[in-house]
């Protein structure tokens, strides 16, 4: 059974750090790309990072570029977000997904998380 399981939210400050991870059950990470998503009530879903599934390539949103950083490790099949320098619009429920390149549409990724809030605030 391929499934998905968020790690690592919760609430912090600006300019706090927090760590998500995604790891992976049924199938192994490195054959797959996985994104990082995050949705807060009443916005849409909004794409914010991706790694290739063969980690070459690494991609963010404007609005994190220079303080997110995606990885993978594949030895635990986890994929992690680093989140630097968090703002109060980073908060979000955030998702991992796969199923499809980094360039597609969320509507494009077969598999989701449950989902891990990430609240900013002081």
């Known amino acids: 059974q391929v499934q998905l399981v968020e790690s690592g939210g919760g609430l912090v400050q600006p300019g706090g750090s927090l760590r998500l991870a995604c790891t992976a059950s049924?199938?192994?990470?490195?054959?797959?790309?996985i994104g990082w998503f995050r949705q807060a009530p009443g916005k849409e879903r909004e794409g914010v990072s991706c790694?290739?599934?063969?980690?070459?390539?690494?991609y963010l949103s404007d609005s994190v570029k220079g303080r997110f950083t995606i990885s993978r490790d594949n030895a635990k099949n986890t994929v992690y977000l680093q989140m630097n320098s968090l703002k109060p619009e980073d908060t979000a429920v955030y998702y991992c997904a796969t199923g499809a390149p980094c360039y597609a549409d969320y509507v494009g990724f077969t598999y989701w998380g449950q989902g891990t809030q990430v609240t900013v605030s002081s």
């Open positions: 049924g199938f192994t990470l490195d054959y797959h790309a």
């Open positions: 790694i290739s599934s063969a980690g070459k390539s690494t």
